[in-house]
């Protein structure tokens, strides 16, 4: 494994990503992206960057219990463009880690939400308001969708700032997976 100094974690191992993103796909089967977009899908809990490879990468030793959890959702899970920009950052180079990662993407389970300009003054005052605990751009979007799209339940496997943090500044999340390695 090769390190990724920039965000602290190293590069995922090829060997476990294809399988979850094989699996997953097959939960999926038949229920692609286009479903969502015409409204016939709702989606119920957000999705964070920890959980997404903790689900593709066998080794991760969240992997087990993220899948356990992942299998109770109903699907899609909301995401934002900033947890993927984290997360394709983070399978690292190689050609299949990538390419599994986009079989999960595209599979339907996860969903893209937009962020508008005009939200982003938004997401600094919540930026602004953890500086106590460094809230992060991914997490902001998070916590910024869960108020807009009304989603209190966040797959991650970041529990100490999912705790931490509030929608709307009053509401906890509830964040799944409940148990911990």
């Known amino acids: 494994m090769t390190s990724n100094l920039a965000f602290g974690r190293p590069h995922r191992s090829a060997l476990g990503l294809s399988r979850a993103a094989t699996l997953i796909g097959r939960r999926m089967h038949g229920r692609q992206c286009d479903s969502v977009c015409d409204g016939t899908m709702t989606a119920n809990a957000l999705i964070d960057t920890g959980a997404i490879l ?3 990468d066998r080794t ?5 219990i ?9 699907l899609p899970l909301v995401t934002s463009e900033a947890v993927l920009t984290e997360l394709f950052h983070l399978v690292g180079d190689s050609r299949h880690e990538m390419e599994a990662a986009w079989r999960l993407v595209r599979s339907g389970a996860i969903v893209l939400a937009a962020i508008e300009d005009s939200e982003l003054p938004q997401i600094q005052t919540l930026m602004s308001r953890y500086s106590d605990r460094p809230m992060d751009f991914a997490d902001a979007t998070l916590v910024h969708l869960a108020k807009r799209e009304a989603l209190s339940t966040i797959f991650t496997v970041d529990h100490a700032d999912f705790d931490t943090y509030r929608i709307e500044g009053r509401r906890r999340f509830r964040v799944l997976p409940a148990n911990r390695p």
């Open 54 to 56: 903790a689900l593709l």
């Open 60 to 64: 991760d030793r969240w992997h087990r």
């Open 66 to 74: 993220c899948v356990d959890a992942f299998t109770r959702f109903h």
